[in-house]
Every structure is written in structure tokens, then in C-alpha cells.
Nanobody, 120 residues
Framework: QVQLVESGGGLVQAGESLSLTCTASVRIYTMGWFRQAPGKEQEFVAAIDWSRNTAYEDSVKGRFIISRDLMLNTVYLQMNSLKPDDTAVYYC?????????????????WGQGTQVTVSS
């Protein structure tokens, strides 16, 4: 069973930056982030595959950067120019296939979630 451990959430003001980190217990092909705001469905944020190809949700393009350290089995999400609409619980996720997917159902493993709150 793959375990994902997240860290880095918190409270920031609009326009500020925050970085999230997620470490997997094993080497795994694709890692990414989803988020869920209060009263809303969980949505894709960003993902990165083994070759470091990336995918982003449209509203975070140009503001968020996903990266990974293959040796440490770790993925990072650098979030810049944060907006109140970015407030959500952010979930790290991973899939055992090499497909760079934006669909929740394609992911096999999930972290416990970390809260990100952006005040206006």
C-alpha cells in the first residue's frame, strides 16, 4: 500500500505564496494535487509524470508550479499569487500508471489532505 504524506498548508493573505510537499512511501509514476473547497466537488489542480511532463487546471496556470524529486519520491506544489478562491483542502494523489491524468478516477492513492486558506 502506497502512503502519501502531505505538509505545508496554512493561512496566507491574497497575493502571497505557499508551498505544499507530498512524499510517497515508494517510487510511483505520476503524482499530483486535487483540491476541494467547501460545498464544491473535488477538482484537479496539477500533475507531473515520471518524465516531468506537467498538467495544470486552467485557473492555476501561470501561478502554480508543480515539480518533483524522483530520488526522494516527493512532489512539490509552489502556489504563487494566491487568491481567496484557492481556499480549499489540497489532496496529494498518485497513480501507478505512466499516464498523466487530470481525472480523479485514474488515481490510485490519496493523502489525508492539507488545508490552504487565503484571506482577502
Amino acid at each position: 500500500q502506497v502512503q502519501l504524506v502531505e505538509s505545508g498548508g496554512g493561512l496566507v493573505q491574497a497575493g502571497e505564496s505557499l508551498s505544499l510537499t507530498c512524499t510517497a512511501s515508494v517510487r510511483i509514476y505520476t503524482m499530483g494535487w486535487f483540491r476541494q473547497a467547501p460545498g464544491k466537488e473535488q477538482e484537479f489542480v496539477a500533475a507531473i509524470d515520471w518524465s516531468r511532463n506537467t498538467a495544470y487546471e486552467d485557473s492555476v496556470k501561470g501561478r502554480f508550479i508543480i515539480s518533483r524529486d524522483l530520488m526522494l519520491n516527493t512532489v512539490y506544489l509552489q502556489m504563487n499569487s494566491l487568491k481567496p478562491d484557492d481556499t480549499a483542502v489540497y489532496y496529494c494523489t498518485a497513480e501507478a500508471s505512466p499516464v498523466l491524468s487530470t481525472t480523479k478516477g485514474e488515481y490510485d492513492y490519496w493523502g489525508q489532505g492539507t488545508q490552504v486558506t487565503v484571506s482577502s
